[in-house]
């Protein structure tokens, strides 16, 4: 069965999409930055200096299920880019996460205080586990909150 096309004025069958139709996706600053060379060294640079590991999984907080985490990681920005373009490349605004722990640093459920914390390479990270399981930090939750 065909239908007249509101947008482009052809005749298309009903369950045709039209291509006038189609939303455009639109590139942020921060997604185009996200695709430069710059930035690829940088997470290169960043993974190595935490040596291939999930900083929150060496310090066995939040819900930490492999201790010595290489898989699945990424480089998160802790004070994020629509926030503060000009960070974007500050050694001490990154930090390597496995993708559970960059999903919850995004979601907010990881302070940023314990993120900065944990970016230096001389933290003690007893001390940061302490700081989490006492409470020290406002409690986090990591479970949607749906």
């Known amino acids: 069965m065909l239908k007249s096309c509101g947008k482009c004025g052809k005749m298309h069958d009903i ?10 996706i639109v590139k942020t600053e921060a997604d185009k930055f996200r695709s430069t060379y710059k930035w690829q060294q940088k997470t290169n640079d960043i993974k190595e200096r935490d040596k291939f ?33 000009d960070k974007r490349l500050d050694d001490d605004n990154l930090i390597t996460l496995c993708c559970f722990h960059h999903k919850m640093a995004d979601d907010n459920n990881i302070p940023r205080e314990i993120l900065k914390i944990l970016t230096d390479e001389d933290c003690n990270l007893r001390q940061v586990r302490d700081m989490v399981f006492t409470d020290t930090i406002p409690p986090t939750f990591y479970f949607n909150k749906k």
């Open 15 to 24: 369950n045709y999409t039209c291509y006038k139709n189609k939303t455009k």
């Open 53 to 85: 590991l999930c900083r929150c999984c060496i310090a066995n907080i939040y819900g930490t299920y492999q201790v010595f985490n290489h898989k699945k990681l990424e480089v998160h920005h802790i004070v994020p880019l629509h926030e503060d373009y």
